[in-house]
């Protein structure tokens, strides 16, 4: 079963508009990493955010992380028509070594 | 190479067949991951290899589906007598040993079973 639920499954927006989407987990976690999928092949690894941080930023990226809510947020600020993708969010646990996906946030950045 | 690499980037075949599927992980990553991932859905973890311990296969689906790790490197999955619902996009991940295990992808390979 899927550890993460991301927040909307479909998001659309206008370049130059912020575009944010949530992700909300069930058991506890080391880490939390959000990845970025194109067209349905692989996955790119955008950022990860360790269970004892609360906020982190990588250029157009911040993330953040409420353990006490079990979720975490992904803003990507002045969007662009590139940035259109799916991106999953994926815990990372303190004895699995394998990640754990969410279904994904289909989001399109309309030119 | 610079990347995980995974071929054949696209295979057809008929239901009943096997097929194999390789993945070269990132020089000098310990840690190999193969995941499934069917259409629109998230990915599903099937089996994770790291270095020479007994690999974890708790996501395999069904007895059809192995996989093995040779020299530490190059890992094929197998997928013998496939059925119609293992058509999927087969992606392979690799991350060294880190606390972080930040995972990079390869491209996956697309399978369509008829």
């Known amino acids: 079963s899927q550890q993460g639920e991301e927040d909307p499954q479909a998001l659309s927006i206008q370049e130059g508009e912020n575009a944010t989407m949530n992700c909300s987990y069930k058991?506890?976690?080391?880490?939390l990493q959000w990845y970025r999928q194109n067209s349905g092949r692989g996955l790119v690894h955008l950022i990860l955010?360790?269970?004892?941080?609360r906020e982190k930023h990588s250029g157009r990226l911040r993330v953040t992380l409420d353990t006490s809510k079990k979720s975490s947020s992904l803003l990507i600020t002045a969007s662009r028509a590139a940035d259109t993708a799916s991106y999953f969010c994926?815990?990372?646990?303190?004895?699995?070594?394998?990640?754990?996906f969410g279904s994904g946030t289909q989001l399109t950045v309309l030119p | 190479g610079a990347g995980v690499s995974q071929s054949p980037s696209n295979k057809v075949t008929e239901k009943g067949k096997d097929v194999e599927l390789r993945c070269d992980p990132i020089?000098?990553?310990?840690?190999l991951y193969w995941y499934r991932q069917s259409l629109g859905q998230g990915l599903e973890f099937l089996i994770y290899?790291?270095?020479?311990?007994?690999?974890?296969k708790s996501g395999l689906p069904s007895d059809r589906f192995s996989a093995e790790r040779t020299g530490g490197s190059v890992s094929t999955l197998t997928i013998q007598r496939t059925q119609q619902e293992d058509s999927a996009v087969y992606l392979c991940?690799?991350?060294?040993?880190?606390?972080?295990?930040?995972?990079?992808f390869g491209p996956g390979t697309r399978l369509t079973v008829l």
């Open positions: 991940a690799s991350s060294r040993i880190l606390a972080d295990n930040e995972q990079f």
């Open positions: 058991t506890s976690i080391n880490n």
């Open positions: 955010i360790r269970s004892n941080e």
């Open positions: 994926a815990t990372g646990g303190d004895s699995a070594r394998q990640l754990t």
């Open positions: 020089s000098g990553h310990t840690a």
């Open positions: 290899f790291q270095g020479n311990s007994a690999p974890d």
